[in-house]
């Protein structure tokens, strides 16, 4: 299986409901480096698995997206707990749609994967992987 990874970050604001989470449910500030891997079992016409550049630029739209807003006040996440795991699916989920629209390109059709890994640490991450 052959990949490559890009990598961006995101800044937000949110605050979580749950005891589990402790002084987390108060709002608070993250800043997640966000690492891109797209997967696929053979290599494209060009020998490659993705256009790297068209890669980095759908990743940056899809993190600017995200970045500088207290995720509590986006409608799409109200009532939504936006824990590291769940914000790792959204943007592989969004990733995905780019593939399937042509935004990675003619040979991005041939990937089989996209995982999403959000660092909120040097010693702490999540990640996501779907199938394509």
Same mark, same amino acid.
């Given at each position: 299986?052959?990949?490559?990874?890009v990598?961006? @970050?995101?800044?937000?604001?949110h605050?979580?409901?749950g005891?589990?989470?402790?002084?987390a449910?108060?709002?608070h500030?993250?800043?997640?480096?966000?690492?891109?891997?797209?997967k696929?079992?053979?290599?494209?016409?060009?020998?490659?698995?993705?256009?790297?550049?068209?890669a980095?630029?759908?990743l @940056?739209?899809?993190?600017?997206?995200l970045?500088?807003?207290?995720?509590?006040?986006?409608?799409?996440?109200? !009532?939504?707990?936006?824990?590291?795991?769940?914000?790792?699916?959204?943007?592989a989920?969004?990733?995905? !749609?780019? *593939?399937?629209?042509?935004?990675?390109?003619? !040979?991005?059709?041939?990937?089989? !994967?996209? *995982?999403?890994?959000l @660092?909120?640490? @040097?010693? *702490?991450?999540?990640?996501?992987?779907?199938h394509l």
């Amino acid at each position: 299986m052959f990949s490559v990874t890009v990598r961006d @970050h995101i800044m937000i604001a949110h605050s979580f409901s749950g005891e589990v989470f402790g002084p987390a449910q108060k709002l608070h500030g993250a800043t997640f480096v966000v690492d891109a891997t797209f997967k696929r079992p053979e290599l494209d016409a060009d020998n490659i698995v993705v256009d790297i550049g068209r890669a980095s630029e759908q990743l @940056h739209t899809i993190c600017g997206s995200l970045s500088f807003r207290n995720l509590d006040d986006e409608g799409e996440f109200a !009532g939504v707990n936006t824990s590291t795991e769940f914000l790792a699916k959204v943007i592989a989920d969004r990733l995905a !749609g780019k *593939a399937e629209s042509g935004d990675l390109g003619v !040979g991005a059709r041939g990937l089989t !994967g996209i *995982a999403v890994t959000l @660092h909120e640490s @040097h010693i *702490a991450w999540a990640s996501y992987e779907r199938h394509l």
